[in-house]
Structure formats: C-alpha cells, structure tokens
T-cell receptor, first 116, second 112 residues
C-alpha cells in the first residue's frame, strides 16, 4: 500500500536490551515524526525530521533514545538499555513537509513495545 | 499546566444525540489546530482541520476561539461508528518548523 508502514508490529524484549524500530514513510513525504503513546495517554512527541535539516530532538526523553533517517526516507528509532517504562506504542507519522503549519500527518500502525 | 488539555470522558451518548468536546491550549502562539480520531488499538487519523472562521464537514463542526484559547468539536446525529477517542492537536512554531502537541483525547461511546 501507499501508507506509512512500521516494523515490527509487536516487540517483546527484556530489560536492558537494545531495540530498533523502523518506519517507512509515504513516498515523497519529507517530514517524519516519531511519537510514543503509553496506555491511556496522549501522543508524546519524540523527534522530527525535515528533509536534510538537523532533526528536532527536543522530545527525546533520555540519551538512551536516538533516531536516524537515511536517505531522507526510512527512519530507525533506537532505544538502548530498555527499561520497563519504555513500554508503549511507538507511532511514526509523515507529511509532505512543505513547511506549512496546517499539514496533515499520516500515521503508521505503530510498534507495540513491551519491556519485561 | 498541560499545553493541550481535554476532558478524557468518556462521553456516553445515545445514537442520534448531539455531543460537543472542548480542548484548551496554553500557548497563544499556537499556529494551527486539528481534530484527529483514534479507534481502539489503531493509529490516529485526521478528522478535520480547524479554521479561524469555523468549519463544517457533514455532521461535524469545528470551531476555534483564539481569545479564550480553545477549540471545539460538535458531532450531530451521533452514529455507533462515531465511538472512538478524539484527539485535539495544536501546532506550535519551533525553529522554522511546526511541532504538533496532542491532547490526551476524549473518549466517545455511542450506544443504541
């Protein structure tokens, strides 16, 4: 399909392990966002990529979290030394990235992460 | 104080009812506003943007009150399929880009 895809859809890991979450944005979208949604909570902004500009990392909760975006397309969110409080749904979204304030974001189905 | 606040509900209404949600935001420099819908265990999807003059899409009406810093969503003639969580989103300019801030959502349950 032509939507945002994420993998894996579910991930169970042990405390202290590293995990990598992948996002494939809609083709042609230059803006990409990562969010975290804990049970019963709203979406927490993590990081934002726009074209070749330096990413806005202001939402990353700790230095255990990092993200990359290669070739302006696929993005990987890495969580090092996972903790139980990292358990959440990690959502990726993309938008055209034309710079307007009113752009629609298209979300992927998310990765459900459970840290035991 | 949270940047974007919503009553979590749930709002439990019968089919055919009219229901309204409000969302308040704290930053007066907020640039743009949206309502997203999120079904259980699904990703959020755009319901509608919110324009200064107010806008309507079928049974849904969104309004913005910049002076009081809130947006609203009105749903007329509620359907069972309207049951979902409605997320208020406010975009704030940040270093040349616009960072969305999501409310925690308002849960709507429409019953027969």
């Amino acid at each position: 399909g032509a939507g945002v895809s994420q993998s894996p859809s579910n991930k169970v890991t042990e405390k202290g392990k590293d995990v990598e979450l992948r996002c494939d944005p809609i083709s042609g979208h230059t803006a990409l966002y990562w969010y975290r949604q804990s049970l019963g909570q709203g979406l927490e902004f993590l990081i934002y990529f726009q074209g070749n500009s330096a990413p806005d990392k202001s939402g990353l909760p700790s230095d255990r979290f990092s993200a990359e975006r290669t070739g302006g397309s696929v993005s990987t969110l890495t969580i090092q030394r996972t903790q139980q409080e990292d358990s959440a749904v990690y959502l990726c979204a993309s938008s055209l990235g034309l710079g307007g304030a009113g752009e629609t974001q298209y979300f992927g189905p998310g990765t459900r992460l459970l840290v035991l | 104080r949270k940047e974007v606040e919503q009553d979590p509900g749930p709002f439990n209404v019968p089919e055919g009812a009219t229901v309204a949600f409000n969302c308040t935001y704290s930053n007066s420099a907020s640039q743009s506003f949206f309502w997203y819908r999120q079904d259980c265990r699904k990703e959020p999807k755009l319901l509608m943007s919110v324009y200064s003059s107010g806008n309507e899409d079928g049974r849904f009406t969104a309004q913005l009150n910049r002076a009081s810093q809130y947006i609203s969503l009105l749903i007329r003639d509620s359907k069972l399929s309207d049951s979902a969580t409605y997320l208020c989103v406010v975009n704030l300019a940040s270093g040349g880009s616009y960072i969305p801030t999501f409310g925690r959502g308002t849960s709507l349950i429409v019953h027969p």
